[in-house]
């Protein structure tokens, strides 16, 4: 819909164009794409965050092409911009954040360390969910990659709320502190949690007076029926985050009781999985605000703690 010098919003669009090609595995295409945006870059002086984010993009595709020299000669140049402009914050934490996924592509331990040391002081400083998520793949990658022993020795804790939950291993308890969180998160007497598997949901913990009938389980089970069959799913965006600060409607009540519901979300393996359904007792006739960037941390924990838990969404 747009060329180069025609919007303000071509540099972007063709950056997120070229990760799209790589995530579609046509990583000659998405390689030649960021090289030749590199160099119109470079040759009409890009803004340097655009700048710098292109070499990113460039640099991970060739890595996944195998072209790990030409990787990181652009990481290199993603770095120099950022010290010659004097980029910091997220910008500079994607650099990081890059690198540390080369290094454990080519298992450099050293340079593993490093970036993910720096990855830690600039995703977690703020305290953002999305942030946080970051850092935290990032980790279980190291993991999967046979380098699980990077993390907790060498690198500063991750979010303490997830830290602690998976401290607790029966799954149970887990999910009764899960449910506790929220309760006290978004100021509500009572509520009661389901766990999302394979093969279904089932109810596993409550609190407060609240009453688990029939009705309410077969909400639960329609719900998510209706949500991990949709192929419409949409993605988390920050205008999604905002909209969903605001008050949200009641989906579920009966004669005595009102119910909002949260969905527990997280990563798994690139995928999104649902991992609970927390229904929260609510007076309808009050606003309640929706902190979903908090149920997607706890959706996180109880993933991580529990390998039956989850059920990937639809895409």
Same mark, same amino acid.
């Given at each position: 819909?747009?060329?180069?010098?025609?919007?303000?919003? @071509?540099?972007?669009?063709?950056?997120?164009?070229?990760?799209?090609?790589?995530?579609?595995?046509?990583?000659?295409?998405?390689?030649?794409?960021?090289?030749?945006?590199?160099?119109?870059?470079? #040759?009409?002086?890009?803004? *340097?965050?655009?700048?710098?984010?292109?070499?990113?993009?460039?640099?991970?595709?060739?890595?996944?092409?195998?072209?790990?020299?030409?990787?990181?000669?652009?990481?290199?140049?993603?770095?120099?911009?950022?010290?010659?402009?004097?980029?910091?914050?997220? *910008?500079?934490?994607?650099?990081?954040?890059?690198?540390?996924?080369?290094?454990?592509?080519?298992?450099?331990?050293?340079?593993?360390?490093?970036?993910?040391?720096?990855?830690?002081?600039?995703?977690?400083?703020?305290?953002? *969910?999305?942030?946080?998520?970051?850092?935290?793949?990032?980790?279980?990658?190291?993991?999967?990659?046979?380098?699980? @022993?990077?993390?907790?020795?060498?690198?500063?804790?991750?979010?303490?709320?997830?830290?602690?939950?998976?401290?607790?291993?029966?799954?149970?308890?887990?999910?009764?502190?899960?449910?506790?969180?929220?309760?006290?998160?978004?100021?509500? #007497?009572?509520?009661?949690?389901?766990?999302?598997?394979?093969?279904?949901?089932?109810?596993?913990?409550?609190?407060?007076?609240?009453?688990?009938?029939?009705?309410?389980?077969?909400?639960?089970?329609?719900?998510?029926?209706?949500?991990?069959?949709?192929?419409?799913?949409?993605?988390?965006?920050?205008?999604?985050?905002?909209?969903?600060?605001?008050?949200?409607?009641?989906?579920?009540?009966?004669?005595?009781?009102?119910?909002?519901?949260?969905?527990?979300?997280?990563?798994?393996?690139?995928?999104?999985?649902?991992?609970?359904?927390?229904?929260?007792?609510?007076?309808?006739?009050?606003?309640?605000?929706?902190?979903?960037?908090?149920?997607?941390?706890?959706?996180?924990?109880?993933?991580?703690?529990?390998?039956?838990?989850?059920?990937?969404?639809?895409?």
């Amino acid at each position: 819909m747009t060329a180069a010098g025609k919007h303000n919003a @071509w540099p972007h669009a063709t950056e997120r164009r070229v990760g799209a090609l790589r995530a579609l595995g046509r990583y000659e295409e998405s390689v030649a794409l960021g090289r030749a945006l590199a160099a119109y870059a470079e #040759a009409e002086d890009f803004e *340097p965050v655009n700048l710098l984010r292109i070499y990113v993009a460039l640099s991970l595709s060739e890595a996944e092409a195998g072209s790990i020299d030409a990787a990181s000669h652009n990481l290199a140049c993603a770095l120099r911009c950022a010290d010659r402009e004097g980029i910091r914050g997220v *910008p500079l934490g994607i650099v990081h954040e890059a690198a540390a996924r080369l290094a454990i592509r080519t298992r450099d331990v050293a340079a593993l360390e490093a970036a993910l040391k720096t990855c830690a002081a600039v995703l977690l400083a703020g305290g953002n *969910p999305s942030l946080t998520a970051k850092y935290e793949r990032l980790l279980r990658e190291a993991q999967a990659a046979g380098l699980a @022993w990077a993390d907790d020795r060498t690198l500063p804790p991750v979010d303490p709320v997830r830290a602690r939950l998976r401290s607790v291993k029966d799954s149970r308890e887990r999910a009764a502190m899960v449910l506790e969180l929220l309760v006290q998160k978004h100021g509500v #007497a009572a509520g009661c949690l389901f766990t999302v598997t394979e093969v279904g949901a089932m109810l596993v913990a409550r609190k407060g007076p609240v009453t688990v009938e029939e009705k309410l389980c077969s909400f639960v089970s329609d719900y998510l029926s209706a949500e991990l069959s949709d192929t419409q799913m949409v993605t988390v965006t920050q205008q999604h985050e905002r909209v969903a600060q605001r008050s949200a409607p009641v989906l579920f009540s009966d004669e005595q009781d009102a119910y909002l519901h949260l969905l527990l979300r997280g990563r798994r393996q690139a995928h999104t999985f649902v991992a609970g359904v927390a229904l929260l007792r609510v007076d309808a006739s009050r606003p309640v605000h929706v902190d979903q960037s908090h149920g997607d941390v706890l959706g996180q924990a109880m993933l991580d703690g529990d390998p039956l838990c989850g059920r990937r969404e639809a895409v």
